[in-house]
């Protein structure tokens, strides 16, 4: 008798554990649009050069690819990261995508890290196809079929113009197949563009 109380108690426990253990929630994964713009795996190049001085180059190689779910038992989002790398005292561009599933838009950020010291270079929104800025960001998006940086013609831009508080850019760019394409700078009104680029999709 007291054997099968054992059993039965055993067998309770394993059920209580079994039904307390979180479940998988509905996979949310990034739109095809928002991997069109921003999936660039390990390895990619871009040799971005200055406006005002095009003998100058600086190329970042993208590093530290990882794209998967976060949290399945929570939100159960795609998450997509990496870093564009210049070398040593260059600031290192970290792209960071989630997914915000079909009803939602998906987050895009761009943080700049300078010697270890980590910003905000911009956030906005994608659904969809439709990119969009951040509730009371100040910022603007805009969207150009052709655009030209300085010599250089790129196809389905998207250009944030960020607020004009923003301690470090006035202006972002981001391209179809191609990524982040340039930057225009507060300091000295600088404008660095990516020249040459070779994109491992």
């Known amino acids: 008798m007291k054997a099968i109380k054992y059993f039965s108690l055993y067998i309770f426990s394993c059920s209580v554990m079994f039904s307390c253990k979180p479940k998988e929630q509905t996979k949310h994964s990034l739109h095809e649009s928002t991997k069109e713009y921003f999936l660039v795996r390990d390895q990619s190049k871009y040799h971005f050069t200055e406006a005002n001085d095009t003998s100058q180059t600086i190329t970042y190689t993208s590093k530290n690819f990882i794209n998967n779910q976060a949290n399945p038992d929570i939100e159960n989002s795609e998450i997509m990261v990496y870093d564009l790398d210049a070398g040593?005292?260059?600031?290192?561009?970290?792209?960071?995508?989630?997914?915000?599933?079909?009803?939602?838009?998906?987050?895009?950020?761009?943080?700049?890290?300078?010697?270890?010291?980590?910003?905000?270079?911009?956030?906005?929104?994608?659904?969809?196809?439709?990119?969009?800025?951040?509730?009371?960001?100040?910022?603007?998006?805009?969207?150009?079929?052709?655009?030209?940086?300085?010599?250089?013609?790129?196809?389905?831009?998207?250009?944030?113009?960020?607020?004009?508080?923003?301690?470090?850019?006035?202006?972002?760019?981001?391209?179809?197949?191609?990524?982040?394409?340039?930057?225009?700078?507060?300091?000295?009104?600088?404008?660095?563009?990516?020249?040459?680029?070779?994109?491992?999709?």
């Open 88 to 201: 040593a005292g260059k600031t290192v561009f970290t792209v960071r995508c989630e997914s915000g599933g079909s009803e939602f838009k998906d987050r895009i950020a761009l943080l700049a890290n300078n010697s270890g010291s980590i910003s905000i270079a911009a956030v906005f929104f994608n659904q969809g196809g439709n990119f969009s800025a951040a509730n009371g960001s100040g910022d603007s998006i805009f969207f150009h079929s052709n655009y030209l940086l300085n010599d250089k013609l790129f196809n389905d831009v998207v250009r944030v113009k960020l607020n004009p508080s923003h301690p470090a850019y006035t202006e972002l760019y981001f391209a179809k197949n191609t990524g982040f394409i340039g930057r225009k700078e507060k300091k000295d009104d600088k404008f660095y563009y990516a020249k040459r680029y070779s994109v491992n999709k």
